[in-house]
């Protein structure tokens, strides 16, 4: 069964803080994403990862980086927390078409 | 996503149709997606179209594309409690998918 594990399903974090966010896959895919999830604003994309040390920016970057050192591990930093980062973190992963997404159950943050 | 459009919620009675309603921008799409997501857990595929299809049926689930229109939906026959869930569409997007702000799907007794 093809499985994308999210390391914390729950993270309490204060601002200034620095946060890692960690994901694995095992379903050997090469493309890897990380998505924050709001209510009434859907899943935005954050960074995304085709490949091992390659990255590229998504559509919301600012105050985000992320570190693909192994294939199977794909992790989102927060160099110094912000209380509006506060938000449900979704990390996915895809083959190389890009068919199909698999989800993490997702990490929940809260910044104080 | 701003350029994928969907109706926040959704109220339907147990045992009838769901419809669920989408519009999306990039015509360049390859595929166009259906995710479920239930209380707690990530999203999770339900269904696919390929653009150059018009109509996808997967046992209760039926999907529409009017890529005229760029419109897609999906309805969901004899609806179930269990079908209770926030339903996003996604279209592809120069590889990423870009989803909407998701249906909250209720089903009432």
């Known amino acids: 069964d093809v499985k994308v594990t999210q390391s914390s399903r729950y993270l309490v974090k204060r601002t200034g803080e620095k946060v890692f966010l960690e994901c694995v896959q095992d379903?050997?895919?090469?493309?890897m994403f990380w998505y924050r999830q709001d209510p009434g604003l859907g899943l935005r994309l954050i960074y995304f990862s085709y490949d091992v040390k390659m990255k590229e920016k998504g559509d919301i970057p600012e105050g985000y980086s992320v570190s693909r050192e192994k294939k199977e591990r794909f992790s989102l930093i927060l160099e110094s927390a912000s209380t509006n980062q506060t938000s449900m973190y979704l990390c996915?992963?895809?083959?190389?078409?890009?068919?199909?997404?698999?989800f993490g159950s997702g990490t929940q943050l809260s910044v104080l | 996503g701003e350029d994928v459009e969907q109706s926040l919620f959704l109220s339907v009675r147990e045992g009838d149709s769901s419809v669920i309603n989408c519009t999306y921008t990039?015509?360049?799409?390859?595929?166009l997606y259906w995710y479920k997501q239930e209380p707690g857990a990530g999203l999770q595929l339900l269904t696919y179209i390929f653009s150059n299809m018009d109509m996808k049926q997967d046992q209760r689930l039926t999907v529409l594309l009017n890529k005229k229109d760029k419109h897609l939906s999906l309805r969901i026959a004899d609806t179930q409690t269990g079908d209770s869930a926030i339903y996003f569409c996604a279209e592809t997007n120069d590889y990423k998918l870009s989803f909407g702000a998701g249906t909250t799907v209720t089903v009432r007794a």
């Open positions: 996915a992963s895809a083959g190389t078409e890009n068919e199909k997404l698999f």
């Open positions: 990039d015509s360049s799409s390859t595929y």
């Open positions: 379903m050997d895919h090469e493309n």
